[in-house]
């Protein structure tokens, strides 16, 4: 069974960083390109950044440009999402996603993490 599991998130001071990992199980995910979003309460589910399957590939975001960095070891299907500079407005759940589409929608994406939430506030 295909399972996308995220962790590291928590509660950071602005400024602060944080790194998220996403452990992807139960299928080969070096043929997927995989992706981070983030959904606000109150607000629709946003892209973040992704990376291509291969890890050379990279997008981001304009909002979090220049503060997160995406990257993957393919070898042990992990991703990573590190965050620096943290922002209020960063607060969010965090999600991982899979896909083998070259497309960006949400519907796209084949497999989805349950979350794991940040809260940047002090």
């Known amino acids: 069974q295909v399972s996308l599991v995220e962790s590291g998130g928590g509660l950071v001071e602005p400024g602060g960083s944080l790194r998220l990992s996403c452990a992807a199980s139960?299928?080969?995910?070096?043929?997927?390109?995989m992706a981070w979003f983030r959904q606000a309460p109150g607000k629709q589910r946003e892209f973040v950044a992704r990376v291509s399957a291969s890890g050379l590939v990279r997008q981001t975001a304009n909002s979090v440009k220049g503060r997160f960095t995406i990257f993957r070891i393919v070898a042990k299907n992990l991703v990573y999402l590190q965050m620096n500079s943290l922002k209020p407005e960063d607060t969010a759940v965090y999600y991982c996603?899979?896909?083998?589409?070259?497309?960006?929608?949400?519907?796209?994406?084949?497999?989805w993490g349950q979350g794991t939430q940040v809260a940047v506030s002090g």
């Open positions: 139960g299928g080969d995910f070096s043929n997927y390109d």
């Open positions: 996603a899979a896909t083998t589409s070259p497309r960006g929608n949400l519907a796209d994406y084949e497999y």
